[in-house]
Antibody, heavy 121, light 107 residues
Framework: QVQLQESGPGLVKPSQTLSLTCSVS??????????WGWIRQHPEKGLEWIGY???????FYNPSLKSRITISKDTSKNQLSLRLNSVTAADTAVYYC?????????????WGQGTLVTVSS | DIQMTQSPSSLSASVGDRVTVTCRAS??????VNWFQQKPGEAPKLLIY???NLHSGVPSRFSGGGSGAHFTLTISSLQTEDFATYYC?????????FGQGTRVEMK
């Protein structure tokens, strides 16, 4: 059974860079068949898709965030990472690591527990 | 971006009730719609994929319907553990977008 675990600072200052890591167990991010990525949820609000990375290294980003985000992977550690530059209070959210099945409708079938990141000085 | 609009935003129901949540897309998304359940303090869980397909391990009282721009999630007989918030998601075009959620509360 795949497990995803997010880690990173819970507090980031405005204008700085948010960096999160997702450690994956029970599956290899170096194999095809799944996208690996990030989804966030603003407090008391809905869900926002951030982006995915495929085992080939190809990335897919939300156009609204594309200029500020980088999703990368370290296959040797079975980890993926998220970097979000120039953060503001609007980036305060619970950030989820996620796995989505490649194919029709690409459903997210596995989620991390989520980590709250607050942007504040 | 494609807008996904859920209705109602919240509903009150009793154990045993049949419950239906509706999701409308701002344009045709074929059957590229998934449904998730989220309980407070937890990550969402996949219920239905590709509009009508039950995810492995999900009870058969959950079902999905629709295509094009109109979709439904139905719980045939509501159970205690089903009180939660439900989200639809379209993956027809980038970026994938979610509905705002429907909270199912105990009457």
């Amino acid at each position: 059974q795949v497990q995803l675990q997010e880690s990173g600072p819970g507090l980031v200052k405005p204008s700085q860079t948010l960096s999160l890591t997702c450690s994956v167990s029970g599956a290899s991010i170096g194999r095809g068949g799944y996208y690996w990525g990030w989804i966030r949820q603003h407090p008391e609000k809905g869900l926002e898709w951030i982006g995915y990375i495929y085992y080939t290294g190809e990335t897919f980003y939300n156009p609204s965030l594309k200029s500020r985000i980088t999703i990368s992977k370290d296959t040797s550690k079975n980890q993926l990472s998220l970097r979000l530059n120039s953060v503001t209070a609007a980036d305060t959210a619970v950030y989820y690591c996620a796995r989505a099945e490649v194919g029709h409708s690409s459903p997210v079938d596995s989620w991390g527990q989520g980590t709250l990141v607050t942007v504040s000085s | 971006d494609i807008q996904m609009t859920q209705s109602p935003s919240s509903l009150s129901a009793s154990v045993g009730d049949r419950v239906t949540v509706t999701c409308r897309a701002s344009q045709n998304v074929a059957d590229f719609v998934n449904w998730f359940q989220q309980k407070p303090g937890e990550a969402p869980k996949l219920l239905i994929y590709a509009a009508t397909n039950l995810h492995s391990g999900v009870p058969s009282r959950f079902s999905g319907g629709g295509s094009g721009a109109h979709f439904t999630l139905t719980i045939s007989s509501l159970q205690t553990e089903d009180f939660a918030t439900y989200y639809c998601q379209q993956t027809y075009s980038n970026p994938p977008t979610f509905g705002q959620g429907t909270r199912v509360e105990m009457k």
